[in-house]
């Protein structure tokens, strides 16, 4: 099996899935995991979260993490996956991915959403890509 077909078998995991678990690394190499609402396009995955969450901030230093489909407390599911994350700058596709996560967890989500607004706030998307 060739690596495409290894990340394309690795990445089929996710799907139908509710959760993944997002481990990202603090400066000192250690990993901290996170169960985080997803959506998937195709061999990519996005995830929103908050602007100034840790996670963000790890991220900010270190684009390196790993996934696992999970369960809503973070059990893994399958098999981890090395990815790579970064912040979306593109207001538009942010917003489309928004839409996708309004299709896929319909009244929770925008449950979720009010009591953000409420709250104050803001949220960021993240696109992760698997390492191949």
């Not at 996710?14 to 250690?30: I, P, S, V």
């Not at 929770?108 to 949220?123: A, E, S, V, Y």
């Amino acid at each position: 099996m060739n690596n495409e077909s290894k990340t394309n078998a690795a990445l089929q995991q996710f799907e139908n899935q509710a959760y993944m678990n997002l481990e990202t690394y603090r400066k000192n190499g250690e990993g901290v995991k996170t169960p985080l609402w997803f959506v998937q396009d195709g061999s990519v995955f996005y995830v929103r979260t908050g602007e100034d969450s840790w996670k963000v901030k790890r991220l900010r230093n270190n684009p390196l993490a790993s996934i696992v489909p999970s369960n809503s407390t973070g059990s893994p599911l399958g098999n981890w996956v090395a990815t790579t994350a970064e912040l979306v700058e593109d207001e538009k596709l942010a917003q489309e991915v928004n839409q996708m996560f309004n299709r896929k967890y319909g009244i929770q989500k925008r449950f979720f959403d009010l009591m953000g607004r409420i709250r104050g706030n803001k949220l960021v998307t993240l696109v992760i890509s698997a390492n191949h």
